[in-house]
């Protein structure tokens, strides 16, 4: 069910809603008052090729397909977009109309894709009604960032049709990777100089913890091998916490055998000091000088994902690349390099990406094909790469569950390391 709220963003839904019914889904629209403003009900139902339903009290719609019937028919609800109105309405558990009322009244998985003006998705109280939806179990997907409609730049666009496709898709997808193991590596590690300093990165977790919960939201038994980070586990994951690369390393070696898959997003430091001061580095320590700063000696860390690819009868191995110049042409070297399966690259000279950012874009690689995952937070570029990799690697699993249909390109199976 695709539900349309009245914001300017309606007029995308047309686009959605023939991506939907291309993808092989069928699709009931439900307009409120305000979204017939922006879309009419016959463009709709032309693409949908259904009546389009926008009355809780129209006795005609409601003898052939009674709301609670029509709540029970949907076995996914997507609301794009969802304005600040709608979401204040559904936070509230209010049902004034017939699309509140099929949220409040369905059991299916509510996805939103909120769209609105930058400030008043900055406003504290849109603010804290996302949260609630989200505690609530409704899925938000964006909003993105730039350009506004009203000519304002900012966080509040609606997320693109195609970027919403890949998020009902994953969402169908929840038990393709049933019962396999899955080892995550997340956030950033700590080279230790002495009891109080170390060398680390900007690594958030943000990214990794992300792609766990999407692996555990698709069935696999996860284990999550964490720098510090200070995130929350997520539901039904396994973490194990740890500081530096070598305790990382010491870490995945112990599980590596028996996973299906290994993702390694961590941004695991290459290089740690040589030597580890037991004591407090003073300024004129070892015999130097107030003013003499200490050298620093790095001696190389062991390359985690590299050393699980080179197991005999490993699992499937995919890296991260975290590049900020040719970053195609780097991950690609960087996957045959590390005897990668495949490798997802992100360019951490966007501010807006990578590195603790709410959002992310890249690009997966693997032997035979490369797929972009489109700018789009964190989760549901995660939930979207559980999907990609559920159907290269492990194209049997979870097979028939629900799906609505196959993600493009999907026709390769398990690569070869070459
Ligand atoms: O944590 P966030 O704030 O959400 O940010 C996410 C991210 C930017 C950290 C993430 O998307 C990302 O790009 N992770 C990889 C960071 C990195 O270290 O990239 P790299 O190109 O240096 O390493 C390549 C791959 O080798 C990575 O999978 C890394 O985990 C792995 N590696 C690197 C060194 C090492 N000694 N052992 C490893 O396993």
Redesign the pocket.
């Known amino acids: 069910m695709l539900g349309v709220t009245g914001g300017i963003a309606a007029y995308k839904s047309a686009i959605l809603v023939r991506h939907l019914c291309n993808a092989g889904a069928e699709v009931q629209v439900v307009l409120t008052q305000g979204a017939a403003q922006f879309v009419t009900p016959v463009t709709l139902q032309a693409l949908s090729g259904r009546p389009v339903r926008d009355d809780l009290w129209d006795p005609e719609a409601e003898a052939a397909m009674g709301h609670i019937e029509l709540a029970r028919w949907a076995d996914l609800i997507l609301v794009a977009p969802a304005t600040a109105h709608f979401m204040a309405e559904l936070a509230q558990g209010a049902a004034p109309d017939l699309l509140t009322t099929l949220c409040l009244a369905s059991d299916a998985p509510v996805l939103l894709a909120p769209a609105m003006n930058q400030a008043m998705w900055r406003d504290a109280a849109t603010q804290r009604n996302a949260a609630t939806l989200a505690a609530d179990g409704k899925r938000l997907i964006g909003p993105a960032e730039g350009e506004q409609a009203c000519g304002d730049v900012g966080p509040g666009r609606m997320a693109e049709p195609e970027a919403l496709l890949e998020a009902v898709q994953a969402a169908f997808l929840s038990p393709r990777l049933a019962a396999l193991n899955v080892l995550v590596?997340?956030?950033p590690t700590r080279e230790a100089l002495d009891p109080v300093r170390f060398l680390s990165n900007?690594?958030?977790?943000?990214?990794?913890y992300a792609i766990a919960k999407a692996a555990a939201e698709a069935g696999a038994r996860v284990t999550l091998v964490s720098g510090p980070c200070g995130l929350p586990a997520p539901a039904n994951v396994e973490c194990i916490e740890v500081t530096s690369?070598l305790d990382m390393h010491e870490a995945v070696q112990a599980r590596a055998a028996e996973q299906a898959l290994v993702i390694?997003?961590?941004?695991?430091a290459?290089y740690r000091p040589a030597t580890q001061a037991l004591q407090k580095i003073k300024k004129d320590s070892a015999g130097r000088g107030a003013a003499e700063p200490p050298a620093i000696a790095l001696v190389e860390?062991?390359?985690?994902?590299?050393s699980v690819a080179a197991l005999p009868n490993g699992p499937v191995v995919v890296?991260?690349?975290?590049?900020t110049e040719n970053a195609l042409d780097n991950a690609r070297r960087?996957r045959r390099r590390?005897g990668l399966d495949a490798i997802v690259v992100?360019d951490?000279s966007n501010p807006k990406i990578?590195?603790?950012s709410d959002h992310?874009a890249a690009t997966l690689i693997w032997a035979d094909g490369e797929v972009e995952l489109a700018y789009q937070g964190?989760e549901t570029l995660a939930a979207s790469l559980i999907q990609h990799l559920a159907n290269l690697f492990f194209p049997s699993s979870g097979e028939g569950a629900g799906a609505v249909a196959k993600p493009t390109p999907l026709s390769v199976a398990r690569s070869g390391r070459s």
């Open positions: 590596t997340a956030g900007h690594s958030s977790g943000k990214q990794g690369a390694g997003v961590a941004a695991v290459d860390n062991p390359d985690i994902i590299a890296g991260f690349a975290a590049e960087k590390k992100n951490v990578g590195f603790n992310n964190k």
